[in-house]
T-cell receptor, first 113, second 111 residues
Framework: DTAVSQTPKYLVTQMGNDKSIKCEQN?????MYWYKQDSKKFLKIMFS???????INETVPNRFSPKSPDKAHLNLHINSLELGDSAVYFC????????????FGPGTRLTVL | KQEVTQIPAALSVPEGENLVLNCSFT??????LQWFRQDPGKGLTSLLLIQSSQREQTSGRLNASLDKSSGRSTLYIAASQPGDSATYLCAGGSGANNLFFGTGTRLTVIP
């Protein structure tokens, strides 16, 4: 059984489009995260979401918005895509907060043309 | 703001050798220190988690240590195998559910 899953695995789109990436975890965890891994393989947190409390990394543009329909899902919506948004996006979850081990999804490679 | 550095960026060793990967962090007020493994094109797999009150954790051939006073952590891999080839990332856990990652060490174990 896949613990943290993401769809799609690959996403290729044009500049200016709006897209979504879905994330689901079946671990019963309370906290979910979105990370961005850039072309230099540097991984940086974008959001964490716990019990309807959203913590946003201040460097993330407001074109990015996480949406959580329930505790098992945290989807990432991106408006007006830009070339610099091209990266691999990882979803993760943990039992509670940052003191716990985080479990990562397989990643979504986004390419903006 | 927490900054995490990993040296070296890449490492090649012959199979069977013991090796140490290094991680340094700037803010000693971390909640924990985690080591992950990332295979090419894949997500991250958690290897070891050391809480701030702990000095080390062990899992099989892996041993991770944490020295908050010096801002350092090491990952020791015993009797390396070709299957250990991957990128190893350390990450410091801070407040507000933040996890600050290093840039990783790409390990190649040569058969």
């Amino acid at each position: 059984d896949t613990a943290v899953s993401q769809t799609p695995k690959y996403l290729v789109t044009q500049m200016g489009n709006d897209k979504s990436i879905k994330c689901e975890q079946n671990l019963g965890h309370d906290t979910m995260y979105w990370y961005k891994q850039d072309s230099k393989k540097f991984l940086k947190i974008m959001f964490s979401y716990n019990n309807k409390e959203l913590i946003i990394n201040e460097t993330v543009p407001n074109r990015f918005s996480p949406k959580s329909p329930d505790k098992a899902h945290l989807n990432l919506h991106i408006n007006s895509l830009e070339l610099g948004d091209s990266a691999v996006y990882f979803c993760a979850s943990s039992p509670s907060g940052s003191t716990d081990t985080q479990y990562f999804g397989p990643g979504t490679r986004l390419t903006v043309l | 703001k927490q900054e995490v550095t990993q040296i070296p960026a890449a490492l090649s060793v012959p199979e069977g050798e013991n090796l140490v990967l290094n991680c340094s962090f700037t803010d000693s007020a971390i909640y924990n220190l985690q080591w992950f493994r990332q295979d090419p094109g894949k997500g991250l797999t958690s290897l070891l988690l050391i809480q701030s009150s702990q000095r080390e954790q062990t899992s099989g051939r892996l041993n991770a240590s944490l020295d908050k006073s010096s801002g350092r952590s090491t990952l020791y891999i015993a009797a390396s195998q070709p299957g250990d080839s991957a990128t190893y990332l350390c990450a410091g856990g801070s407040g507000a559910n933040n996890l600050f990652f290093g840039t990783g060490t790409r390990l190649t174990v040569i058969p």
